[in-house]
């Protein structure tokens, strides 16, 4: 069983940068493909950007160039930095943790869920 943490979320305006962490127990952290998603209020849940257990990224297009996704596997911690935020990146972030093997985008295929942390931009 792996328990995530998300933490810092807040309020801030647009233009300014947040950067959220996520935690996991265990001693396997490294071996996960770990994964943001938000879910905006009254919208689907929206895959923001994995990073491999090797280190590979990748983006969701309303977020390239703008977040970015990285891992600390001896802290066991997973990092997005945000950066140009918008009112539209108003969402509950969560991180995820996947056991199988290949990245995947897709919310059903990760095992693992943090309790989300809430991000307000305001304009």
């Known amino acids: 069983q792996v328990q995530l943490v998300e933490s810092g979320g807040g309020l801030v305006q647009a233009g300014d940068s947040l950067r959220l962490s996520c935690a996991a127990s265990?001693?396997?952290?490294?071996?996960?493909?770990m994964a943001w998603f938000r879910q905006a209020s009254g919208k689907q849940r929206e895959w923001v950007a994995v990073?491999?257990?090797?280190?590979?990224?990748n983006y969701g297009a309303s977020v390239k160039g703008r977040f970015t996704i990285s891992r600390d596997n001896a802290k066991n911690t997973m990092y997005l930095q945000m950066n140009s935020l918008k009112p539209e990146d108003t969402a509950v972030y969560y991180c995820a943790a996947r056991t199988g093997s290949g990245v995947s985008f897709r919310g059903d295929q990760y095992d693992f869920w943090g309790q989300g942390t809430q991000v307000t931009v305001s304009s």
């Open positions: 265990g001693r396997t952290f490294g071996s996960y493909h």
């Open positions: 990073i491999s257990s090797g280190g590979w990224t």
